[in-house]
């Protein structure tokens, strides 16, 4: 291997020092891509390893060029973070990326003055084109300073053949400290127009997505290896129905001990042959995004599906035996607080295994955003998000037109214990389902639970 010395840094987003992370997906996207392209790299992650590690990797390994993935949570204590590797590593290039510097751009770079650029969208191009010294104005997608000037080179083309870039194998990451389902990311973009979401902003308005034979030889590799967990993180999982039965089909005919998970898929994209589907190719796990119980709040979300559509949706998947999680967002323009009690009354009604209730988060670059400036919001810098408990905070920085800033706080802080009711209800019926059983057999319990015995 030859070229500058590489060091991918993670930082610290886990919420409890005991919480085990997944393997951050887009970081092993730049490391493979790295190492595709012969440039030696460590990776530092400190979401299961400690900042020392990090020090003694920066005067050990002596790294030309340090990649940080930034993410909006607690991105204060990142860029504290980044101060301290710079004092580390003086002659370092510092390059940071992600989901948070796609969003903020511009105020990113001003946020924090030690990183040197910034990869705007999809990485694993720019980045291996500055490790290798390309003249940075020459680089598309690069945020970059000119004297006291934060300069943009330009938008960056998404790459259109997904299945081209090479799937993370996770060299040189501690992949036992992950939980060990393996995370799968099939496709990028989002082509909807919720008005929260930044998603479009930070991977396109064009979906995009690999074969289905990608898939299976990603999964392949990893049963090879001992994996028998996977999660698919996609934003739109099952957009293209007919990759998703290609998918299951092939997975099914292989006969693995594998299951899986889709951690974002659309109510409207679900029926009842594709959700069966799903069930034989052993899907064990659906997260849906519900936002609202109210369709006049569906519709200022701009989410593009009714509550019929996301109720028959919830209602096929629970009854079929799937681990349902659930995802409301409280604040939303024109929200009462009887459109959250509907909401309330929602996330009861079916055996779902976790609900979370999100409080609207005004992302930059999203028309929210804009919305929020107007209602009042007033950003403690420009970076402008709610930094600690990102989205989950019970805070309210700005007066909601649907309800007062105080009953929207009492919304969320009641919305806290309804998630804890569902969680400890899911988990009794988790236990009676292995009693049953037990007691009973498997096929009792595929009866009473629509689940594998």
């Given at each position: ?379 403690k810098s420009s970076g402008r998000y709610l930094d600690e408990r990102f989205g989950f905070s019970d805070r309210v920085e700005f ?55």
């Amino acid at each position: 291997m030859s070229g500058p010395r590489v060091l991918l840094v993670s930082p610290d987003y886990r919420d409890t020092p005991d919480e085990v992370p997944s393997l951050p997906v887009g970081l092993g996207y730049v490391a493979r891509s790295l190492e595709s392209a012969g440039v030696p790299y460590e990776v530092s992650d400190l979401n299961v390893e400690p900042e020392e590690e990090l020090l003694r990797r920066l005067k050990e390994f002596r790294p030309e060029v340090v990649g940080v993935r930034l993410i909006s949570f607690r991105q204060q204590a990142a860029y504290e973070l980044l101060a301290r590797i710079r004092r580390a590593a003086p002659a370092a290039l510092i390059v940071a990326g992600g989901p948070h510097l796609t969003a903020d751009r511009e105020g990113v770079l001003r946020d924090c003055g030690v990183i040197d650029l910034g990869v705007v969208g999809e990485g694993e191009e720019a980045f291996v084109e500055i490790v290798r010294g390309a003249p940075v104005p020459g680089i598309a997608g690069v945020l970059h300073r000119e004297g006291a000037e934060v300069r943009f080179t330009g938008a960056r083309a998404f790459i259109a053949d997904l299945d081209a870039v090479p799937f993370p194998t996770y060299t040189g990451f501690l992949v036992d400290r992950y939980d060990s389902a393996i995370p799968i990311a099939s496709s990028r973009g989002c082509p909807y127009g919720c008005i929260f979401c930044g998603a479009p902003r930070i991977l396109g308005r064009k979906w995009r997505s690999r074969s289905a034979e990608a898939m299976v030889r990603e999964v392949g590799w990893w049963v090879g290896r001992g994996a028998r967990s996977f999660v698919f993180n996609d934003s739109n999982f099952a957009i293209d129905r007919v990759r998703v039965e290609a998918f299951c089909r092939e997975v099914s005919e292989r006969g693995w001990d594998i299951n899986f998970a889709a951690d974002g898929i659309r109510a409207d994209h679900l029926d009842e042959p594709l959700l069966r589907l799903m069930r034989a190719a052993r899907f064990w796990r659906l997260a849906i995004g519900v936002e609202s119980a109210s369709d006049r709040v569906l519709a200022r979300l701009r989410k593009g599906e009714t509550l019929a559509q996301i109720e028959k949706a919830v209602a096929l998947a629970t009854a079929l035996g799937f681990e349902v999680i659930l995802f409301f967002i409280v604040g939303s323009p024109g929200e009462t607080v009887a459109d959250v009690e509907a909401s309330f009354a929602f996330a009861k009604r079916y055996p779902v295994a976790n609900v979370f209730f999100f409080s609207m988060t005004p992302i930059p670059g999203t028309p929210f955003h804009e919305w929020a400036l107007e209602r009042g919001y007033k950003p403690k810098s420009s970076g402008r998000y709610l930094d600690e408990r990102f989205g989950f905070s019970d805070r309210v920085e700005f007066e909601p037109d649907g309800m007062t800033a105080l009953e929207a706080r009492q919304c969320l802080a009641r919305a806290r214990g309804l998630e804890r009711r569902i969680r400890a209800r899911a988990q009794l019926r988790r236990r009676l389902r292995g009693l049953v059983r037990r007691v009973f057999g498997a096929g009792a319990s595929r009866r009473l639970y629509g689940r594998p015995g």
